[in-house]
């Protein structure tokens, strides 16, 4: 597996770089703007060309954009519907400006809106941006941690959401705090077994594009969005070890995001490393 982190662009895209590399990244996740707001600037294009041949110069493959966490796709609310849309068409355009091979979103919620009504809104919504995608570009549907009336929170609905939009460069994110949190047990080698046998007969592991490793110390099915550092919570060294050894996922791409400054940066991908190897014993 290709494996890196989540890092911020604040500083600029020279320092993101510098910061993954020192951290021993393979691979790199950014906002392109601000998560928690609607609003988004202009594209700037000779700044992301910049961006991607840092990148390639520090062998950071691939770059995920994050999509912002304000994203409802399901909304019945026409304003944040369309908000929702914009972000979306926002991220893709800037992830082709910028050579950035998969953008990564979640859903959103249903609210107390009928779900076959927020599934289909969901559906219209991503046949929309994918109808103008880039070639480049695979955007990937991150599962929920199950809470309330959130989207993408089974196996399940993810394949149907895959099936019913048919489109080839839309894919999933397995997030592995998200899928403990929606009652998946994936803290031993046979629970992994099981989820990605679920995961191969809902979605198809080639369709699984992107992992984002995490771990959790919310009970199983608790339905809580909680990141806790790698091997320190309830999936712990033996449910990474177990993902990382499967044969079919060795060509995969798993970004972390777990709390923390620098130094837990360090320690995490330090600590997913010495799983890594053990599983390649």
């Known amino acids: ?16 770089v510098q910061r993954a590399q ?7 996740q950014v906002f392109s703007s601000n998560p928690r707001s609607y609003r988004v600037g202009k594209i700037d294009r000779v700044g992301l060309l910049e961006f991607a ?70 559906v219209r919504a991503l046949e929309a941006v994918l109808d103008a995608i880039d070639p480049g570009v695979v955007l990937v549907l991150e ?37 403990w ?24 592991l080639e369709r699984v594009r992107l992992f984002h490793f995490n771990d959790t110390e919310v009970a199983l099915g608790g339905a809580r969005d909680r990141h806790w550092h790698i091997g320190e919570g309830r999936i712990g060294f033996e449910g990474f070890r177990a993902l990382l050894a499967h044969p079919q996922l060795r060509d995969k791409t798993a970004i972390l995001e777990t709390p923390g400054d620098d130094a837990d940066d360090r320690r995490n991908l330090s600590a997913i490393r010495t799983i890594a190897r053990g599983a390649a014993a």
């Open 143 to 179: 599962n929920s941690a199950g809470a309330g009336n959130l989207a993408g929170g089974t196996l399940e609905e993810l394949g149907r959401f895959l099936r019913a939009v048919d489109h080839p460069q839309l894919g999933v994110c397995l997030d592995t705090a998200h899928a």
């Open 53 to 122: 041949g840092l990148r390639r110069a520090a062998g950071l493959d691939p770059c995920v954009i994050h999509t912002p966490y304000l994203i409802n796709l399901a909304s019945d609310d026409p304003k944040i519907a369309l908000g929702s849309l914009r972000l979306l068409e926002h991220d893709l355009a800037v992830a082709a400006a910028g050579e950035m091979r998969l953008v990564n979103t979640h859903l959103g919620s249903y609210g107390t809106r009928d779900r076959s009504e927020g599934f289909a809104a969901i």
């Open 22 to 28: 020192a951290s021993g990244c393979d691979a790199i």
């Open 1 to 16: 597996m290709r494996i890196g982190m989540h890092v911020k662009i604040g500083e600029g895209y020279a320092a993101a």
């Open 181 to 204: 949190a929606a009652g998946y047990a994936i803290d031993s080698s046979d629970g992994v077994a099981v989820f990605l046998e679920q995961a191969d007969r809902e979605i198809g």
